[in-house]
T-cell receptor, first 116, second 113 residues
Framework: NAGVMQNPRHLVRRRGQEARLRCSPM?????VYWYRQLPEEGLKFMVY????????ESGMPKERFSAEFPKEGPSILRIQQVVRGDSAAYFC??????????????FGEGSRLTVL | GNSVTQMEGPVTLSEEAFLTINCTYT??????LFWYVQYPGEGLQLLLK?????DKGSNKGFEATYRKETTSFHLEKGSVQVSDSAVYFC????????????FGTGTSLTVIP
């Protein structure tokens, strides 16, 4: 059973370009979470999605950032007009439905974005 | 809402030393508590968990006891190895439905031979 797959693992963009990060959850998982880890900082929640629905986007910056989890295909975190401060590791996690608060998150290996 | 406060690092220990990483929590009710570990260049993975008060989670020689009296979930290991060098995160779910987790700031551990 493949784990959470993220791609690309490394992405370099120039300021003003767009970054698209993809996440395929584990088989059978319908909940996807995106976290951002800035250099020398902890893990910050960004957004929680279920298929075709954004459940909680309280951690997403109001501008330039968007996320989706379509009925078919991976979840995508999109960053428009990137700036140097967006350089970070972006982690996706998934969990099965109905796992409740006793469940665990399964993390991908992360996508490391560098903005030049 | 729920939150965790984690001991700041970095922590540097010699091999076979005793490890404690402190974590205290604030929560409504008694949510499950978790420790995650992040090895260099990798994503987080679950290290251990405890689902109710007085439970002890354990894995790979690490232990943590869910103590509601002190609202703590400290991580301990009796004898660390170089391979334990990683960043350790305390975590708990939010009060909302679903598995939104809040993570501590992480404690970096380096074990030297």
């Amino acid at each position: 059973n493949a784990g959470v797959m993220q791609n690309p693992r490394h992405l370099v963009r120039r300021r003003g370009q767009e970054a698209r990060l993809r996440c395929s959850p584990m088989k059978g998982h319908s909940h996807v979470y995106w976290y951002r880890q800035l250099p020398e900082e902890g893990l910050k929640f960004m957004v929680y999605l279920q298929k075709e629905n954004i459940i909680d986007e309280s951690g997403m910056p109001k501008e330039r950032f968007s996320a989706e989890f379509p009925k078919e295909g991976p979840s995508i975190l999109r960053i428009q007009q990137v700036v140097r401060g967006d350089s970070a590791a972006y982690f996706c996690a998934s969990s099965p439905p109905n796992s409740g608060s006793t469940g665990e998150l399964f993390f991908g290996e992360g996508s490391r974005l560098t903005v030049l | 809402g729920n939150s965790v406060t984690q001991m700041e690092g970095p922590v540097t220990l010699s091999e076979e030393a005793f490890l404690t990483i402190n974590c205290t929590y604030t929560a409504t009710g008694y949510p499950s508590l978790f420790w995650y570990v992040q090895y260099p260049g990798e994503g987080l993975q679950l290290l251990l968990k405890a689902t109710k008060a007085d439970d002890k989670g354990s894995n790979k020689g690490f232990e943590a006891t869910y103590r509601k009296e002190t609202t703590s979930f400290h991580l301990e290991k009796g004898s660390v190895q170089v391979s334990d060098s990683a960043v350790y995160f305390c975590a708990l779910p939010s009060t909302n439905t679903g598995n939104q987790f809040y993570f501590g700031t992480g404690t970096s551990l380096t074990v030297i031979p």
